[in-house]
Structure formats: C-alpha cells, structure tokens
C-alpha cells in the first residue's frame, strides 16, 4: 500500500520521533500474502538462449603457404643488419635452402598439430599460381561445409599490392607473380580462416574486405537480370563468415629485432608460451628474477598438455586469463563465434591477444577481422606476468637441485576475487571479471568443490547469472561432472543443474544422452545425503528437492527421458518421498510423477502396479496448497492417458475422479484451476459417456423450472427496486449496468478490467458486453449473438440447481454409471465458482462437451424426449420469442426448505409452454438452432450414437479442451529454483523499502490506538457530530470502517464503495463479482495492521478477497471460495421460523423474506488466521486461511439460522446469535458433540448482534429485534444485566473499547447508549439538506478505535457521526 502524503500530516496520526511500534504488529502473521497470492501464476517468459552453439565449427583442412625463397631478399624490403632470421625457430641459413624450407614448412605443421591434431595439413613451399589454385580447391572440395586455414607467410616475396594482389613465383623462381586476393576468395570458399604473416598485411585485410562486397553487389544485379552470367551459377556462399589476422597494418612493416623470430605473428599464435617467456626475459623486469636466462627458458620441465607440471600449469594459465580477457572486452556473440564455435579459431585468437601485446611493443599492431578492441592494456595482463615470475624464479633451484615444483597461487587467488564479488557487491552491476576463470578451475581436483561452491552462489543471483555463465562455456564441464563419484560435490551439482534447468530446461536431452539423469536418481534415492541444517531448513531436503525438480523437467514432454526415468525406477523411488516433511520435495515428486506418466502409459501402467494412485491420495489433504495442486495435477495426468483402456483401468480411473471430487470445495483457486483441468482430462478420456450426461442434463434443464429466489415473496419488498424481478434469470448485466450508470468512465472500466472475467473468450455472461439478455431455453444451445458457448453461465447455473434436488439416477437408468453424472456436476459446480478463472475453465470444459453433444445427437433422440414438438425452425433473428420463456411455466410455490429437497417437483406436461418457440431437426442429423454455429468447426470423434461426419483423423477436436487447458502451476513452481534461493528475502531485510512501509504503518497503528485510546478513556458523552455524509451509489448493506487509515468500506448488493471520510471523497467503486440473486452480507479487513485485504461475504456461500482498492491501482481479486458449500438460496429457511410479529415484519422490512435468511456471517481472528463463518445452515465452519483449507464444522444444534459470530483466540470461545433468539457459546478445542458450552435462551426473538469481549474477563453482550440487550458471564447460565432498547431494532453495533453500542431502528432513528443504557444521543435528521429526515436504518457500524459511528440508510445516504468537534 503506498504511503499517502497526506496521511502522514493528518491530525490523527502525525508521526512523532520517539515512538516505537507496538510489537505485536511485527507479530501478527499475514492472511493470502504468500507467492500464489501477489503473482500470476504462470512460467516465466523463456529467455532466449544464445549459448548454445547452433553452428558449432571444425577446421577441418589447413593449407600452409610458404613463400621464403631462402637466401635471396624480396627487392622491396631492406633488412637490417643483423636481422631476425628464424623462421618456425629454425635459422635458414644454417642448412641448405630446399633443406631449410622443408624443415621450416614440417616445422609449422607439428606447431599447428598442437592446436589441432586432427585436421589434414597440406604444405605449398614457394608454390606457383597453378599450386596455390590447385591446393585451395581440392581442401576446400574435401572440406564440403567446415572450415579451411589459409596460412600464409611472405617474407620471401615483396610487400602485398594496394590492388589486392600476393606475391607468388613463376615455374623457374625468375618471377614474383602476383595472386588476386578475389582469386584466393573464389577458390577457399567459406567458411574460411586467413592468417597472413608479411609486412604491409593490413593491406590484404581491406582488399579482402572490398572484393566480399564487389561479390554481392554482383550477385545482386545478377539477381535482378536473368541474363547476366552469374545467375546461372550456383550462389557461392558469403565471404562474411571469413576470418582473418594480419601481422601488422597497412603500412607498417615486420619488427627485424635478431632477438626475434622473424616469424614474430606466427611464433605468438603457434608457440605462445614460448615466445611469452622469452618476451618476458627480454623484458628490464626480467633482471628482478635472478638466474633466468634465454638458455634456461628452453629447459623448462614438463609438457604443455600436463597441467601438474610447470610448463602445462603455464599454459593452463595463459588459456584462462587469454579467455577470460576476450570475454569482458568482447561483445557476447563476437566471443561466442571466435572462442566458442571452434577449437583451432579459439586458440589462434587466445594467442592473437598475446601477439597484439608482444608486437605492439616493437611497435606493430596486428589487424583481426572481425576486429577486436585493443587488448594489450588489460589488467589480467599483469596477472600472466606475476604467474611468469612466480614460475621462472624457481627455475634454477628446479634444474640444477631437483626441488618440487611449487604451483601457482593463481587460480586461488582468481577465486577469491570472484568470492569478493559475490560478497560485496551490488545487485546491478558489471559481471565478474574471473567467471571464465572458474571455468578453467573445475579442471583441477584441487579448487574443485570451492569453484563449484562460488559457481551456484553466482548462478543463484537470477536468471541472468545463468544465462551468463552459460555462454562463458561452463556446460560442458558440468555435465561431465556428473560422471564423477565424489559424494562432496553431489550438493554443489545438484544445486548448479536445477539452476540451469531452471532457465533452460532443453538441457533434458543432453543429460539423457550423457546418462545423467542416473546421477540425479542416485541423489534422490540416496537415504545418506550430507545433512546439515541452514537457517532452520533442511539443506538434504533441499537438495533432494532439487534433484527431484532436475528429473521433472528431464521427463517433461520429452519421451526418451521419460522411458530413461522409468528403466531408472524413478516412479518407486518418488513413491517413497510422497510423505517427507520437506513441503517443496513432497510438490515436486508429486508434479514428477504426474509428468512421468503424462501421455507414456508404460509409467502409467508402472504407477498402478505400485498403487501409485492410492499413494497421491493422502496429498489431496495436505495442509499446503501447492502440494494439494501438484496431486490434482499428477491423478490428471494419470487418468489423461490417451491409450487404450481396459476395465481395469476404467475402474482405476473412476477412483480417481471421485477422490478428486472431494476437492470441489478447497479454499484455494489454483486447487480448484487444477482440478478442472485434471477433469477435463478424464471428459476426453470417456467423451460419449459425457456427451450422453450432457445431453441428459440440458433436456432436464428445460423441462424443469427452478423456484428462484427471486419470485417467492416480493409483497414486503419496500427496497427500491433494481432490477425487475420477472424474470428469474441469475447473472444478467441489467443490474450490473444500471449501478454503474452513475460511475465515471474510469471507474467502470477499472471494475471491469480487474475482473478479467472475459480474458480470452471467458464466459461472456460475465461481462457487460457480451451478454444476451435473450437468455432462455435456447441459451441452452448458444444465443445467437455469442458463437462461443452453448451453454450460457445462467443455464449451467440453473442445471447445477436443478441437478441439485433431481434425483438424476433415477432418470437415466441404471445401466449408466454415475460416476460421469457425479463429475458433470461438479464440473457444473465449478463452472459457478467465485474465482473467474476457475469458472472460466470449467465453462470451457462443459461447453465443448455440449458441443459435442448437440452436434452429434440424432434428431430423434431429442424428440423422444417428448420436450420438443415438430413446427418450423426457428429463425436465428428471432430474438424476441426468447424472452417470455420465463413465464411460459409458473415457480413451484415453495412453502419451506424440505419441500425443495424432499419431493423432486414434477416437470411441466409433455407439451412445451406456447410461448417457447419451437423447433424441428434440420435434414442431415444435425442439431437444433445448427444454424448458429460457425460450421467450421467439424466434430471429429464419434458421439453416443453418431459415427463421425467426416473422415477426419480422431483426435482432432480432443485437442480443443486440452490444448487450451493449462494453469502453468509446474511452470510457475520451477520458477523459485530460478529466483534466488541463498538471498535474505526482501522483508527481512533492515534497509529495504519493504521494511520501511511496515516499519511506518506499524508507527501509525500506534499513534492511532495511543490518541483513540485517550479520548475513549475520558468516556464519550455524545456522539451525533455528523463528520461525514454523501451519496452512495447503491442501498449501503454492510459498512466497515478501516481500523487504522480514514477509509471506509460500503457494501451494496454486489458491489463495494470506498469513501475516504477525512476529505469527504470517494476512493473507489468497483463490482463484487456475485451473481445477481446473491448480495454481500459481511465484510471484514484481513491485516488491517500491514497491508489490508478486504474481505467479502454474499449469502451464496462465497468468500472473495480483494486487494489493491482505495488506492491509484486497480482492485484485483486475491482469491475466492465457497466458504459455505449447502447454503444455495434456494434451500434456504424461509423466516417464518420467526414467530414474534415484529421480528417478522423488521425480517421482512429488512428484505429478508425475499432473501430467505441471515445470508452468511463471518468473524475473523488476526492472530491465528482462522475465519469462522455461518449462516443460513447449521453449523460454524473454520477455516484456516494458512492452509486455505476448512480445519473444523462446529454444528450449532439448533434449527434456525446464526445471524452473528464473535470469537476470542485467548479463550478458543466462539458466540454465535440464532434466529430462533438464542444464544450458543462454542469453545472449539472440544469434540463436535461436546463443543457447546452454554446456550442461552432468554431472547424471544432474532439475534441482531452478539458480541464477545476480548479480554479475559470479557462478557457476552446480545441484542434481539425486540431491542432486548443482555449481558452473559461466559460461565454463568443467566444474564447479569439486560437493558432495554427501541423495538424493531434493524441494526446494531457495539463500540470495542469506549463501552457504547448504538441501535438503528426501522422507525428511521439512531440511538446511541453508554454501558448503562442511558441514551447519549439520539440522531434523525441529516445537518443540512433542509433537515432531510434519516431514511430507515439498513446498517450501522462503529470504527474499532475512534469514537466514529457509520450510518447506512435505504435513502442511499451513508454517514459518519463522532464525539464531538473538541474532543477530536
């Protein structure tokens, strides 16, 4: 909730310094705050991964061309004298030329061999034209789509031209004859790499880069004209994927220093450690390592390849910190394509970095393209050089002693740096520099566990740290630690895949292809974890979790894995978790093995032989709600096998569906989401038997009329009316527009947005728009204006109603099992549940039956019915003829409650009302009103009676329902693996944002209980200074004052008002969602302490929790059930319990024989998170709001409804009001038969209001209609004081703490009494308006801490009296 600026200043809570915030604030736990309730339940928005290498590369030829004539200098180049000679680290001149050149030419193939031992090497020794054409071709021809290395080295033939040319010789050797670089192109083809190493070479990088261009400007033209010579020829591939390195710019010339190579470029890409130490020697520096000369260097021990020995720990050195420079200067797809895609063009590159530092300082700059940043400056740099000194200092005591090799502090310190990282920095800052360093570190045994350590407390920062060590290369080693067997590194592992998979899950394929699903089935069944316990949780737990996450995606719509998971025994070893006390493992083997399972009936099969099913029962009851999901959604993937079923399975499967059914009535909507998906899967399963139910239900639903609610009494109905009560329809948007004829634009658009009742063609008869008032018995088939659904909310409404109290069984004979009636109905049930996705989903499932169902029935089938007699079609336009439907067949009279359920009320006779209009079959067996579908949707599979139409594949029209039918739980759930886990959550921690709007709310609780406690403890002498007053948009029902900021709640019959009474403005108006014949009966605030929920009740049984009101956002629905199951109006008592002729007429006046009963009452307890509610049934049902689940039904004994409940948690006492005048006390630590400690029956009449007081002596204070109050001693069986007050009390509320209680009477006053009955004011007309007289008194409430009274009228007014002016 945000801060209000004006808040802050307001008289009643002006914040002071030195005040602390009362504890119990911090103590008190939180109601529907928990991640299933703030976020949409969906996955994560896939990143896009770019790591993986979908061109992963080989050189695969290498052409090596040496151009050297040895003994005669090129013309254009004057040598120095003395020069550098070698050449490969041979000196030309000390053999013969011929000798020389093919020493040097086998020399640079052994140095590449290094790099690449695989490729083919052809050697070109000062070759011709015709050789070099030759060569090229027939490498490139070899080499099909991989790559070819083009090595050339001029240091015998003049520079390179400006017009692109090499030099090459004639026959003789008499002749430099120049080769066209477009030539060299045409023949290598792509892809391609270039190494040149002459003087001058930058000049062949742009002539290169030029003749690329030519080329596709002239496949352009030739693209444009057929005619032109090119366009018959095959396209030759683009010389963009070419790579080249240069030795030096264009006008630079090689360094001739006779301590150098005078291959100085090459030596630095093919023997880098080499030249790098002799580099370093030559280096002032070098005279601070004592002993080491250019002779010692040659004997360093060891062998590059072996990292235990000096030389290879050199190069193992000199590989990471060449990597991990690339990496932070590189663009992320430049370092993936040069260091990632192939071997041999990584390492050229590594050393490429190195032979830009060691040329730049004779003062050359080699050329790269794609070019690189400049590199030679870094500061990892450094790093090498301290790496180089550590190592050659010990070199003379190495050779000449014999001393053990001390290795380098390096990779240990790298990680160190790294784990500084981690601990100090920031959120939002630059990645580590030494991530691939910790790369090269799970090489070695030795930093193994640490890197792996600091590599998940990176990979646990998020998404983003995944995605970055990914393309760093990491995948590969971990995968191959999986091959490992130490046990320390199986948490660390565990950890990193869950990780990965938890951002990538394609990584299923590679783990099954490497075996390593086994290692994570060895974890999971693993009894001997390392256990330890981490911040009060169990990190074996933990980690089992994650291994058994890992297998989930493994197996998730991925068959190899899952047959690899099933020959792996991973259903045994899941079955054996089901009961952990881990919550997050018992979810996650539950959704493993629903995904195990789904759509592979080898695990299915496997599943029943273990009875795996039975096993997954015991979590439909468990206390948290996500467990609860992942079984609904492991029997639904059970029972959704599409094979073919024997009876066996159809008996399995039938178990299952009734189990699930138990869940209908769960206090969370992400339960009922997935029991509706894992129903639907059971309705394509047996699709003809529902589709017989179906048509069953929707002939029933025609021959019978529902008594409604709405036409039993209207006489004593003095409300104004609403909405016309003709016609008994239930969700019908005339009621729902008119109220908001009077809002602005803004708010009806807010109302409606943040129902998302019609997110992606949800039921149209939720909103405005789309609903055809038209609805009647044709609705049954879709109304004409909506091709979305046949059966409309309303008709499902009434079958639900219907199906009810009709005993169903009976009418369809016994040779048809129930168990497809059972699920019809409580799909039907769901269809009316309070959360919108819940119905919507429902809606959809029962809306594709009936599809099915109506376009595949034969016409004779309808007509044996008897409903339906033979006339002409009726016309789709004829809108008109639906209407009177309603009064075609007049209401059942109903006199009480049993004659609903007791005697089923005979259907109409067989004719239908003349009014209905009636229809004949149209030719070619299709159904009635056919004509209002779109045709393009065929029916594929066979109905009850009916073969297919046409020869489409079965299976096409199952998609419709399961397709669709999704409520991305596992998804959302897979995303905490990916969210940081080692991180103090927000509202822990001291300084975040979060903790300082608690922090200031808390403060603001204080002052307010602080300054409202002093005025109430010098006792209120008055109270009708009017504060507040103003128009409500409907009759105000219920009121709810905010205990702690100045807003107030006002309910209407379906809607809610929020009035900020301090300013005197409206906060918002928004609809409550209930359905027209419903209307909210109690509000309570849910941590009305932190951040406020405001919660609603309606007298259909169903609790809605709203958030985001009152405030700049939109009101969004938390959550919803139905807190009371068998309280349908219909069934309700009628109040002719009520004897006493005044409680009558005040019931009546009240709307109260219309509306049947008391509606539903709550109490909620902050501290325990319990809600008690009741109602028009028999018993107080507990539910608790942690688990979302009904922990207790207190039956209260009597035979009249409770009207009002108050609790105590200190005491476990619950006092409820009856209607029948009594009083029951209940303490809910006993046993149902034994729970009910005293009744008191001392009130002739209905119970306004009973009110326990909190404190430990606290009385019971009761009031009747007659305006008795009585005052119990929870332990005494009489009333210790009564009072008597006006009579047709309508309303009434008791003040917490300043002892006052305040009477609304139907004779259109206000009485407000102090403890001892005496009237402290008595209140009639409004200040102002003329003296306007109060209208009569619907509801009245007192703020729990000011002395402030809230008034709701029948006149539409709503307003606020207080103690008076000088007091506040």
């Known amino acids: ?141 070899n080499a099909k789509e991989e790559r070819v290395l083009f090595h050339y080295n001029g240091h015998g033939v003049p520079r390179p031209t400006v017009n692109g040319e090499i030099w090459v010789f004639n026959k003789n050797y008499t002749q430099y004859i120049p080769l066209s670089i477009y030539d060299l192109q045409t023949w290598m083809g792509s892809p391609s790499i270039f190494v040149y190493d002459c003087s001058n070479a930058g000049i062949i990088v742009k002539s290169f880069k030029q003749f690329a261009l030519q080329r596709e400007q002239e496949l352009e033209v030739a693209a444009i004209n057929p005619g032109h010579p090119l366009a018959q020829m095959p396209l030759p591939p683009s010389m963009k994927n070419c790579i080249q390195l240069a030795a030096c710019e264009a006008s630079e010339l090689l360094p001739m220093n006779p301590d150098l190579p005078a291959d100085l470029f090459t030596s630095c890409l093919t023997t880098p450690i080499k030249i790098a130490l002799r580099w370093f020697c030559m280096q002032k520096s070098a005279r601070l390592v004592p002993g ?85 400056m870094h500061a990892m740099w450094q790093a090498w050089d301290l790496a180089v000194d550590i190592c050659l200092s010990q070199l003379p005591t190495i050779i000449e002693e014999g001393t053990a090799f001390r290795h380098s502090p390096f990779f240990a310190d790298q990680l160190t740096a790294f784990e500084v990282w981690l601990t100090m920095g920031v959120e939002n800052r630059n990645p580590p520099e030494q991530l691939p360093i910790v790369l090269q570190v799970l090489l070695s045994q030795v930093h193994r566990l640490r890197a792996l350590q600091l590599l998940g407390r990176f990979l646990d920062l998020g998404p983003w740290a995944v995605s970055l060590a990914l393309s760093v290369g990491i995948f590969p080693y971990v995968l191959k630690l999986l091959q490992s067997s130490a046990r320390e590194l199986r948490p660390m592992l565990v950890f990193i895949w869950a990780k990965i998979l938890a951002v990538d899950s394609s990584c299923q394929a590679d783990l099954v292809k490497d075996n390593g699903h086994k290692y994570f089935l060895s974890v999971l069944a693993d009894s001997y974890m390392p256990v330890s316990v981490h911040r009060g949780y169990n990190i074996e737990a933990e980690h089992r979790t994650m291994a058994v996450f890992i297998l989930a995606v493994i197996v998730n719509s991925y068959n190899t894995g899952q047959e690899a998971c099933l020959q792996g025994n991973l259903i045994a070893i899941c079955l054996e978790q089901l009961s952990d006390p881990h919550p997050l493992l018992r979810q996650w083997v539950a959704i493993c093995l629903g995904r195990i399972w789904q759509n592979f009936d080898p695990a299915r099969w496997c599943g029943v032989r273990d009875s795996a099913h039975e096993k997954l029962y015991t979590l439909l009851s468990d206390p948290i709600p996500e467990v609860r999901c992942a079984a609904v959604f492991a029997l639904g993937t059970f029972v959704g096998n599409s094979a073919e079923r024997t009876d066996h399975s159809t008996t399995i499967d039938h178990n299952v569906a009734m189990m699930l059914a138990q869940l209908i009535n769960d206090g969370s909507p992400v339960v009922r989401k997935e029991l509706v998906v894992a129903l639907s899967h059971l309705v394509v399963q047996y699709e003809s038997n529902f589709c017989t139910v179906a048509l069953q239900f929707i002939e029933e639903e025609k021959n019978y009329t529902v008594p409604s609610p709405a036409n039993t009494t209207e006489s004593g109905n003095l409300t104004p009316v609403r909405d016309s009560p003709a016609i008994p329809r239930l969700r019908s948007v005339n009621s729902y527009t008119n109220i908001r004829a009077a809002t602005t634009a803004r708010n009806l658009n807010k109302s409606l947005q943040n129902l998302n009742l019609n997110e992606e063609g949800g039921p149209a008869a939720f909103s405005p728009g789309n609903l055809s008032t038209s609805s009647s018995a044709s609705s049954t088939l879709g109304s004409p204006d909506n091709d979305e659904y046949i059966l409309s909310f309303e008709t499902i409404d009434k079958m639900r109603r219907v199906s009810s109290y009709s005993s169903l069984n009976s009418l369809i004979g016994v040779s048809f099992n129930s168990v497809y009636t059972q699920i019809w109905r409580v799909l039907l049930h769901l269809a009316a549940d309070p959360f919108p996705e819940v119905s919507d989903l429902a809606m959809k499932v029962l809306n594709s039956i009936a599809y099915k169902a109506t376009m595949n029935a034969r016409p004779q089938r309808i007509l044996d019915s008897g409903s339906l007699t033979q006339s002409a079609p009726a016309s789709p336009t004829s809108k008109g003829t639906h209407i009177h439907q309603a009064s075609g067949s007049p209401p059942m009279p109903s006199t009480s409650s ?184 109690a509000m309570e605030y849910l941590n009305g302490h932190d951040c406020s929920l405001l919660l609603t009740a309606t007298d259909d049984g169903a609790l809605r929790i709203w958030k985001n009101f009152a405030d700049q956002k939109n009101p969004e629905m938390v959550t919803a059930w139905q807190g009371l199951s068998d309280m349908l109006p219909t069934t309700r008592s009628q109040p002719s319990t009520c004897a006493h002729s005044l409680a009558r007429r005040v019931s009546i006046y009240l709307d109260r024989s219309k509306q049947g009963g008391a509606g539903m009452v709550v109490d909620w307890e902050q501290e325990t998170g319990l809600l008690m509610t009741s109602g028009d049934v028999r018993v107080i049902r507990i539910w608790d709001t942690d688990r979302e689940m009904k922990v207790q039904d207190i039956p209260t004994g009597a035979d009249s409804c409770v009207t009002s409940l108050s609790c105590d948690s200190q005491r476990s006492l619950i006092v409820a009001g009856l209607g029948d005048g009594s009083v029951r006390v209940f303490d809910r630590r006993m046993g149902p038969n034994e729970c009910r400690v005293m009744t008191y029956r001392e009130h002739g009449a209905w119970v306004v209001k009973a009110h326990l007081q909190k404190e430990t002596e606290g009385h019971i204070i009761s009031v009747s209609v007659n305006g008795d109050v009585r005052f119990f001693e929870p332990r005494s069986p009489d009333s210790i004081n009564v009072l008597q007050t006006v009579k047709g009390l309508t309303a009434l509320d008791i003040h917490p703490q300043a002892n006052l209680f305040a009477c609304g009477s139907m004779n259109q006053f206000i009485a407000v009494y102090n403890s001892n009955g005496d009237v402290i004011s008595n209140i009639k007309y409004y200040d102002g308006f003329m003296g306007q007289r109060i209208g009569a008194i619907s509801c009245l409430a007192f703020h729990p801490h000011w002395p402030h009274l809230a008034v709701g009228s029948n006149d539409y007014y709503m307003s606020i009296y207080s103690a008076e002016k000088r007091l506040r």
Request: hydrophobic share 35%; with cysteine; charged share 25%.
């Open 1 to 141: 909730m945000k801060m209000d600026a004006d808040l802050i200043h307001s008289p009643a809570v002006g914040l002071a310094e030195e005040e602390e915030a009362d504890m119990n604030d911090w103590k008190l736990p939180l109601a529907f705050m928990k991640k299933r309730h703030c976020e949409k339940i969906e996955g994560s928005k896939a990143l896009a991964q770019s790591w993986r290498m979908k061109d992963r590369m080989k050189t695969v030829s290498v052409a090596l061309v040496l151009c050297l004539n040895v003994g005669v200098d090129p013309p254009d180049v004057v040598k120095t004298s003395p020069c550098a000679r070698l050449e490969c680290w041979i000196d030309p001149l000390s053999m013969s030329p011929q000798k020389a050149l093919e020493t040097i030419g086998a020399n640079l193939q052994k140095q590449y061999e290094n790099w690449q031992p695989r490729a083919r090497y052809k050697q070109s020794l000062d070759p011709t034209v015709d050789e070099v054409k030759k060569l090229c071709t027939s490498l490139r021809r």
């Open 292 to 376: 080491v000369t250019l002779d010692l260097i040659e004997k360093i021990p060891g062998r590059l390849n072996d990292r235990r020995t000096p030389l290879g720990e050199l190069n193992w050195i000199f590989t990471a910190i060449t990597d991990t420079i690339a990496w932070n200067v590189l663009p992320r797809d430049l370092f993936q394509k040069l260091f990632r895609q192939d071997l041999l063009v990584a390492s050229l590159f590594r050393n490429f970095l190195l032979a830009e530092r060691i040329m730049r300082s004779y003062n050359c700059t080699p050329v790269s393209s794609p070019r690189l940043p400049p590199t030679y």
């Open 898 to 1081: 049993s004659s609903l359920t007791n005697e089923v009320p005979k259907p109409p006779t067989r004719e239908p009302p003349a009014t209905r209009p009636p229809y004949t079959p149209t030719s070619g067996g299709q159904a009635p009103h056919s004509h209002q579908f779109p045709r393009t949707r065929k029916m594929f599979d066979k109905g009850p009676e009916q073969a297919a139409e046409d020869g489409d594949e079965p299976g096409g029209h199952r998609n419709y329902i399961c397709a669709a039918l999704q409520t991305g739980l596992c998804d959302w759930s897979a995303k905490y693996f990916a969210q940081p886990v080692m991180k103090i959550p927000e509202e822990h921690d001291v300084e975040s944002q979060v903790r300082m709007d608690r922090q200031w709310r808390f403060l603001r609780n204080t002052r307010v209980r602080k300054q409202s406690r002093g005025i109430t403890q010098k006792g209120v002498s008055r109270l009708d200074d009017q504060i507040f007053i103003n128009r409500n948009p409907g009759v105000p029902s219920v009121v709810k004052f905010h205990p702690f900021n100045t807003c107030i709640a006002v309910a209407d019959k379906d809607s809610i008002c929020f009035w900020d009474w301090e300013k005197g403005e409206r906060l918002d108006y928004f609809y409550n969602g209930n359905p027209r014949y419903t209307r909210i009966t």
